[in-house]
Every structure is written in C-alpha cells, then in structure tokens.
C-alpha cells in the first residue's frame, strides 16, 4: 500500500511553464490511476503535446525506464525530458541506459522552462544549466545550476494536479500512515537541509531556503475554502531547522484560523524541539509527528554524519507522546561496518520510548549519496540495485551476515509493537479509519518476514 499524494513537483513544474511561457500542460499520474501503459499512451494521445516530461522516484525507475522507451517508439519526433529525484540522484549517466532526450538535475522550475526556450531556438542549450542531453555517442552535461533563492516566485498548479483525485478513502493517497482526514495535500514551507547525513538525498541541496510563512498559510486557507482540504501534510526536509520560524509559523496558523490538521511525516530533528513548539504544534492542529532517530549508537551516529543527541531525542518523543500526539520514528539497520550489538542498541533504543509507531528500515544507499560514493565498490553494487521495493533487504554493508541482519529487524518490530501497553496508546490516540488494521497487519507480516508492499 505505497502512499500516492497529490504529485505537488509536477505541480510546481507546471505553474512555471504557464508562468514564464504561456505553456499548456497536462498532468497524468499513472501510478495513483494504476493506469496502464496502452492509458498513458492514449491521454497522451489526446493531449497532441509538442514535449514530454517524466518524474521519476527510484523505486519506479524501471516503470519509467520502459515507459519511455515505450513513448520513444510511438512519438519519434516528441522529445522526453527526465526529471526527479531518481535522476538527479543517479546523474547524467542515466541517459547510459534510458532513452530519454534530456534530464533535468536538481530544482527544475528555471532549468525547464530555459531548456524549453532552447528546444524552440530562443537560446543556447549550452547556456542552460542542470541539463543533460546527448551530442551523438557523447552525453553533454553543462553544470549543476545553483539553487533558487528566491522560493516566493514559486506556486504550485493545483488547478492541474486535481487535489480532489487524491481523495481517496481506501488508498493512501499521502505519506502518513495512519490519516486524520482523506481530504489532504502535501506542502512545502522550506527546501534544504544544512546537515550532511551520508545516507541522505541532496535534492533540494545543503542551503535552507524558505518560502514566506504569512504566503504559505494563505495558501494553505485557499486550498481549504476551494477544495475542502482538512489535513495538510508537512513535507520540508527540515521543518524545525529554525525553531522561532516554527514556531511563528504554528503562532500565524493558530491567529488565522486555519482549523485543519497538521502532519509531519517527513520527520523532524527531536535534538532541534522544545516544549514551547510542541505545544504550540498542538493548538495549530497538529496530530501526527515522526523523528528521525536513525541509530542509538553513538559510533553509528557520527560515522554517518547524523550527531542527534540522543539523550534529548528521547525526552521529546516521550514528550511528544505524553500530548497523545501520534508519535513515530525511523530507524536504520545495517550501516556499514554496524555490529549486531549496534544494532541491539537502537532497538533498545527504540522500544524504551513511548511512542505509538516505530520503522525499522534496511539501510539502502540511494545513487549520489555520500555513503554511496564514498567507495567505488559500493557505488557499483549501488547502481545495480532494482529499487522496487523499500521494505526488503536489497544490500548488506554491515558487519553482520544477512540472516542476522534480517533476524534483527524482524525481533525489532515484535519487541516494539508486541507490548499490550503500546497497543492501548495506539488505539487510545490513533484516527479510527480503514488504514489502523491495514498497517497493523503489515507490522505483524514484517515481525516475521523480511518484506511486504505497504
């Protein structure tokens, strides 16, 4: 059961083209319709578009990568354009193995509508940073383009995206596992992050970068007035980076009334929180927060660059759960070099906090990372990853064996969720919707197996 919220990059996209060229665009999310290839074919048909952009998440790199070819047989003359976190992750390599005509790395509002301008001749394609294409046998890459500054140009087409397709009360159309309302949507209130983790994406770059608060929450009303929207989904890689913005934002989201709640499952840093911002969270509507702890031990968490202070991290989930705000965290097994008394320690870790829900994750080092990269080796087995899935056991860097390893995780979800305690809080402070059983009988699967699609 893979969550499917409303596709807001696209959105984004879309606002710029229409922005800065007069472009008409269409939005079709094939993975939400579960529409079939011949579908794609056919909306695309009726659309007639002069060019064709693919987003592209990694674990649908092989959809994507058939996709295009697919297009490419049936429209020679339509140029495909590549964008998303799988490709900027990968690089302009990827045109190795896909036949798309350009890829867009990094944020693609300006570089889209600059590489549209050059496909009409209206500029210099080697002036156009973040684009990779091919010149014959050679693939042409011009620089990475610095990132915007400016975040308040930006807005999202959400007359285009369809928030109310996203509706849905039987699929998770969103990141949040358990949702207070089926009426929601994503946002964004910043980009970056200044932390280096080395297991960590570098989409939106190092540089924090935030839109306007009073902008975004007026926005945030418009969407509830025209489309009826009652949660909003917190996407910010680093919401609570600055905490007086936090809390001014939760302040203003209180002052005007927003009266819909407020979910952050992206994760927020527990080191960075303080009881005034959780209370604040919790007048503003928020319900649902998940901490990203990562490792308990201490070698772990400096040899991955993640330096959470661990001892402050539990007071605030604890904190965080004591105001029946629904209370999760992510967590890694199988760092390099982690032993199974490492990883013994995050377990432990884990299952003394009274928190509601915990995930227990593979580590899987995404093309492009640090932790990746940082050896030639391992950037190799990296790249010959099928990432469809993000449950199972896909490589083992650590210095356990895989049966021990996966042993590990499994004892993880049975010591964490098997407790009659945590069972009550779960059903005392958990919105009663179709998705509570669903994921309770994905813990119970992952308790006992190595793998299940949720």
């Given amino acids: 059961m893979t969550g499917t919220p409303p596709p807001i990059g696209l959105g984004y996209l879309s606002h710029a083209v229409k922005k800065a060229r007069g472009d008409q665009t269409l939005i079709i999310e094939g993975l939400k319709s579960g529409l079939s290839e011949a579908a794609i074919l056919e909306r695309t048909a009726a659309f007639n578009p002069d060019v064709i952009g693919i987003t592209i998440k990694s674990f649908e790199a092989s959809q994507a990568t058939s996709l295009v070819s697919l297009l490419k047989d049936t429209w020679r003359n339509i140029s495909v354009i590549l964008g998303g976190p799988h490709v900027t992750t990968v690089g302009p390599s990827l045109l190795d193995t896909v036949r798309a005509d350009y890829l867009v790395l990094g944020e693609g509002e300006d570089t889209l509508v600059e590489l549209l301008d050059s496909m009409e001749g209206k500029r210099d394609i080697n002036s156009v940073k973040g684009v990779a294409w091919r010149n014959g046998d050679k693939i042409v890459f011009n620089g990475s383009r610095p990132y915007i500054e400016d975040l308040d140009r930006l807005e999202v087409d959400w007359e285009a995206i369809g928030p109310e397709n996203y509706f849905g009360r039987i699929h998770r159309e969103g990141f949040s596992v358990i949702p207070s309302s089926h009426r929601r949507v994503p946002i964004f209130t910043s980009r970056g992050c200044p932390y280096g983790c080395t297991y960590c994406h570098n989409i939106f770059g190092k540089k924090y970068r935030t839109f306007d608060t009073g902008r975004i929450i007026d926005q945030m009303i418009d969407l509830r007035d025209q489309y009826n929207v009652r949660e909003f989904e917190i996407h910010d890689d680093n919401f609570n980076l600055n905490i007086n913005r936090a809390k001014g934002f939760m302040k203003e989201v209180i002052e005007k009334k927003l009266g819909c709640a407020l979910s952050f499952p992206n994760g927020l840093r527990a080191d960075l929180m303080d009881e005034e911002l959780l209370d604040l969270m919790v007048m503003a509507g928020t319900y649902y927060i998940f901490y990203a702890i990562e490792s308990a031990s201490p070698r772990i968490q400096k040899l991955v660059n993640k330096n959470l202070d661990l001892d402050r991290a539990k007071e605030i989930v604890n904190l965080t759960a004591s105001r029946r705000i629904v209370t999760g965290t992510y967590n890694i097994l199988g760092f390099p ?23 227990f994750f593979y580590l899987t080092p995404f093309p492009g990372t640090e932790i990746a990269e940082a050896d030639p080796h391992i950037s190799v087995k990296v790249r010959e990853i099928g990432f469809d899935m993000y449950t199972g056991l896909k490589i083992n860097l650590s210095s356990v064996p895989d049966e021990v390893l996966m042993k590990m995780r499994r004892t993880a979800y049975r010591k964490f969720y098997f407790s009659p305690v945590r069972a009550a809080r779960i059903l005392r402070d958990v919105p009663k919707n179709p998705f509570l059983p669903l994921s309770a009988l994905a813990v119970l699967r992952l308790s006992f197996q190595d793998y299940v699609h949720h």
Avoid: D, G, Q
Wanted: charged letters at 20%; proline letters at 0%.
């Fill in 337 to 359: 070099t982690e032993t199974e008394e490492e990883m013994a320690m995050t377990v432990n870790y884990v299952t003394s906090l009274k928190h509601h829900f915990a995930s």
